[in-house]
């Protein structure tokens, strides 16, 4: 199939847009124009408000715990107070969690539950004073209170002050119908006012208001993106927790990789070799029955049983290729992979850009990973031709293998390149996929660079 930098992708890694990335919606009118009525500003703006009385309860909450609970330390009391403060400070962090899930679009992981040593009460208390993450959830009631007041001020002033002043036309009649004035009063003393009331005077007051409306949706996005640093730096689990996550997750697709590696070598030693040296085994001791009695067609078995032979050992040389070709240990990435390339059906073009050679274990994978992504050229792609690019930038190791075929590849559960993506996520790896319907086909293989 192929992959998305190299020679024509590495424009995409300069400008940020990755070749697997979604194009972009054409919209009529510009975003300035369409923020105040999209529903992420109505959502957002929703959130800020709803932020004040929340932030009101958890602060009044946290303070009030807090507090008692540190009073009573002189006593045993103090420490389950403030245990039970922390945990129930949890409790409004899985509220927060989804209000931010449903207004902000924010997913944000649940930190792991609070689970003591021997389950006793004592052991859950002393768990929950030890968790980073409670500690972290009270610190977000305290510093969410004064946040969320500004907050709500700038938005709802701006929110209001905006619309009102670009609906002014529309109201203005309420000053000299019920109050007793030609418009809003901008200057008065004992000699002259001065009002808003001409037809300039409207206008003006509407161009502001229109300004300001455009403007509040960038300043709500703005408040809100704190929210967001917020909840998810306070309320999410530890850099350290979500990558011991990441690891067993990515040791569970090491373990079940290797796991389907060995049955596949017994498949092909059991379905191959084996089964031919099986039928040499007999083929010669036939041999051996007939030497004496009819040494011509004796003569012959073993003339087959050589052929057997030598078919037996190609296919010893393929499977032991196929776990670590010895190109590879001796020679690198260029000559493998362009032993690789000789043996696929369409005409591969290989170009290596590396100053030197990875480890034996990122290079095996990206090995295996152009032997695959090759065999998918050869047997879907239906393709003429394809080129395989590899180079090393920031860090990385950069595999790319494009071809003009039929396209339609894509990572959808099932198939190869998903588990081929699944093995590579496993060592801190990226797999991209930029296949339009009639082609071309790149598929990038992004891979940790380890010396």
């Known amino acids: 199939m192929a992959t998305a930098y190299g020679p024509d992708t590495r424009d995409h890694q300069r400008s940020g847009v990755g070749p697997g990335d979604n194009p972009p919606v054409k919209h009529f009118f510009p975003a300035v124009l369409r923020a105040p009525l999209e529903a992420r500003t109505w959502r957002e703006f929703g959130y800020l408000l709803l932020s004040l009385p929340i932030s009101v309860v958890l602060f009044s909450f946290a303070i009030t715990m807090t507090s008692l609970g540190a009073g009573l330390l002189i006593t045993f009391l103090g420490i389950p107070v403030l245990a039970l403060g922390l945990a129930m400070c949890r409790g409004f962090g899985v509220m927060e969690r989804a209000r931010a899930r449903g207004l902000l679009k924010l997913e944000v992981a649940e930190p792991a539950p609070v689970r003591g040593r021997t389950g006793g009460l004592m052991s859950w208390v002393g768990a929950v004073l030890k968790s980073g993450v409670s500690w972290r959830h009270l610190l977000y009631a305290l510093l969410h209170f004064p946040w969320a007041v500004f907050a709500f001020t700038v938005s709802l002033t701006f929110w209001t002050y905006g619309w009102a002043a670009f609906s002014y036309p529309l109201w203005q009649w309420v000053f000299p119908a019920y109050v007793g004035a030609d418009g809003i009063q901008l200057y008065g003393d004992a000699t002259h006012d001065v009002y808003l009331d001409s037809t300039f005077d409207l206008a003006a007051t509407s161009a502001c208001g229109l300004v300001l409306v455009l403007l509040t949706p960038w300043i709500i996005r703005g408040l809100a993106s704190v929210d967001r ?159 395989v690019d590899v180079w090393r930038t920031a860090g990385r190791l950069l595999l790319q293998v494009t071809d003009n075929g039929r396209g339609c590849a894509n990572l959808s559960a099932g198939s190869g390149l998903a588990g081929l993506a699944e093995r590579l996520d496993a060592v801190d790896g990226v797999l991209v996929v930029d296949s339009p319907v009639g082609g071309p086909t790149r598929v990038t293989a992004e891979l940790p660079w380890r010396g």
């Open 229 to 387: 640093v917020m909840v998810h730096g306070l309320l999410g689990p530890s850099r350290l927790a979500s990558r011991v996550v990441e690891l067993e997750s990515d040791r569970g697709v090491v373990v079940d990789t290797a796991a389907a590696d060995l049955r596949r070598i017994e498949r092909d030693l059991h379905d191959g070799a084996q089964a031919r040296l099986v039928a040499l085994a007999m083929d010669l001791g036939l041999a051996k029955e007939k030497l004496t009695d009819d040494p011509e067609a004796a003569a012959r078995m073993v003339d087959e049983a050589h052929g057997e032979v030598k078919v037996a050992l190609q296919e010893l040389r393929d499977l032991a290729r196929g776990i670590h070709p010895a190109v590879l240990t001796d020679r690198g990435l260029d000559a493998a992979l362009s032993a690789i390339a000789s043996r696929c059906t369409v005409p591969v073009t290989v170009e290596v850009d590396l100053a030197s050679r990875p480890a034996q274990a990122i290079e095996g994978i990206a090995y295996f990973t152009v032997s695959e992504l090759l065999q998918n050229v050869s047997k879907h792609a239906q393709a003429t031709r394809a080129t």
